[in-house]
């Protein structure tokens, strides 16, 4: 796993989108996987710029996101597709058709749960995917004790995940007690993983799933086990981690071909 520690959120940012820009430019299809919430806004911007400013083309591109609410449409404001509509897809020139987030309205969960991990595999798989991670140590919406070979299903959002999205919501009370997301080995199969993770909140949770041990109570110590994940953090998410000159080390001495 390698850890790279930035000085701020705007600098980590940056990173991850040349990280998603430069496999964009390399493969026109590439396959990415898109997570919501706070963390990957800044990401999200920046690449927008490089669409505008540098003609980043998006037009092959296809899109898969982690996670949606159960029983919010996709014109809802607080529906992750409302999400994704305003802080991305509506400034970039992706066709609506390579867009996919789970059916938060769907009648029949288990069918719709099947074939989002069909349409997946049908565009060959992702080939990079942004994550961010929940103070709980959630990726996606596996919540802790999610099983580590889980597929896209649906979840019962813990009251922890229901008080930190609140903010979204007029009231604690409107935030859908479900969702569908993709699973901990959907993620997994994911090429290459981005997780983001910034704030002084998120360090004991960045910390467990670094350097504590692998464990379902913290699904995103899965990651241990992927060949091919950074975690990009700011200082302050950072914070608790014990092995920092060692993450500066790898970094500062980085041969150039293992550089963007
Ligand atoms: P956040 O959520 O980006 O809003 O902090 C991350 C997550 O819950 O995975």
């Known amino acids: 796993m390698e850890v790279l520690i930035f000085n701020n959120e705007t600098a980590a940012s940056e990173y991850a989108a040349q990280e998603f820009s430069k496999r964009i430019q390399h493969k026109a299809t590439t396959v990415l996987g898109l997570a919501t919430g706070s963390t990957p806004l800044k990401m999200y911007r920046e690449l927008s710029l490089l669409h505008q400013s540098e003609g980043l083309d998006f037009s092959k591109v296809n899109t898969f996101n982690l996670d949606e609410y159960i029983g919010l449409s996709g014109d809802h ?3 992750y597709k409302h999400f994704m509509n305003e802080n991305f897809f509506n400034h970039i020139n992706i066709s609506e058709s390579n867009v996919h987030l789970p059916d938060g309205m769907t009648k029949d969960v288990p069918k719709t749960c099947q074939e989002y991990e069909e349409a997946i595999k ?3 798989g992702i080939d990079i995917q942004v994550l961010g991670i929940g103070s709980d140590g959630h990726i996606g919406f596996n919540e802790p004790t999610s099983s580590l070979s889980s597929r896209t299903r649906i979840k019962t959002l813990t ?7 609140a903010r979204f919501f007029n009231s604690i009370d409107e935030v859908p007690r479900h ?3 993709m699973g901990i080995a959907t993620i997994m199969e994911a090429r290459r993983i981005v997780l983001l993770a910034f704030g002084e909140a998120k360090a004991p949770a960045v910390s467990k799933m670094v350097e504590g041990p692998l464990s379902a109570m913290v699904p995103a110590s899965i990651l241990q086990m992927h060949p091919n994940v950074v975690v990009v953090l700011d200082r302050s998410a950072a914070s608790k981690l014990s092995h920092h000159d060692y993450y500066y080390r790898v970094a500062t001495n980085k041969p150039n071909w293992q550089r963007l």
Not at 159 to 165: P, Q, S, V, Y
């Open 77 to 79: 404001p607080c529906s």
């Open 122 to 124: 049908k565009v060959g």
């Open 159 to 165: 009251k922890k995940t229901c008080e930190d999205n």
């Open 179 to 181: 969702c569908i997301t």
